[in-house]
């Protein structure tokens, strides 16, 4: 679980995007479920050995980095916008359930550190303590997963009320469009 919950607590687009959504109040649930699922289905996929095949076809994470990058940069260049938009600040246009789910699918899926840190990192891991004891680990680490998705999420969704005033936001806007360039850039240097 602590192996799983350092892994994933760093501040990243996934995580910053179920902030965002908890102080908007918007969508928090499937949001929280769908990273929560996006893991376990990756930490489960490397314990049953699919980082074996991720690390043969680099070529996979290689076509993801690109995506990734294109993806975060165009998530980032809203955020600025959204930064200097006052009147979308306190709440703004309020988005589809598809529409959330979607960004919250390609924030998980189009990380390659995701299948880096979850698939191989994690499967590795997993793997080393036998074919007993594997599977409780991967348990662990999802179990840290559910706990860090749903107090990131409900957490921010609680605080949404100090969290709420168009200053906070325009910082908040501010902070994740940084944090999110950052990423792409760091992707594409990678």
Not at 2 to 19: D, E, K, S
Not at 98 to 111: Q, Y
Not at 133 to 151: D, N, P, Q, T
């Amino acid at each position: 679980m602590l192996t799983g919950l350092a892994l994933i607590v760093a501040i990243g687009a996934q995580n910053a995007f179920v902030l965002r959504q908890g102080v908007r109040r918007e969508h928090i649930g499937v949001v929280v479920a769908v990273c929560m699922a996006g893991d376990a289905a990756l930490i489960l996929g490397g314990t049953a050995g699919i980082g074996a095949l991720v690390t043969r076809f680099p070529e996979a994470l290689e076509v993801l980095r690109w995506g990734g990058a294109a993806y975060l940069a165009w998530f980032a260049v809203r955020s600025f916008i959204s930064a200097l938009r006052p009147s979308a600040l306190a709440q703004g246009t309020p988005r589809s359930k598809g529409s959330v789910v979607a960004s919250t699918v390609a924030l998980t899926f189009l990380n390659p550190h995701v299948y880096l840190d979850t698939v191989v990192l994690l499967g590795s891991l997993a793997n080393q303590q036998g074919p007993d004891l594997r599977w409780v680990f991967a348990g662990g680490a999802v179990a840290g997963s559910i706990a860090w998705f749903s107090a990131l999420g409900y957490g921010a969704r609680a605080l949404s009320g100090v969290l709420g005033n168009p200053r906070t936001w325009r910082f908040l806007d501010l902070g994740i469009g940084i944090v999110m360039l950052g990423l792409a850039v760091k992707l594409v240097l990678h």
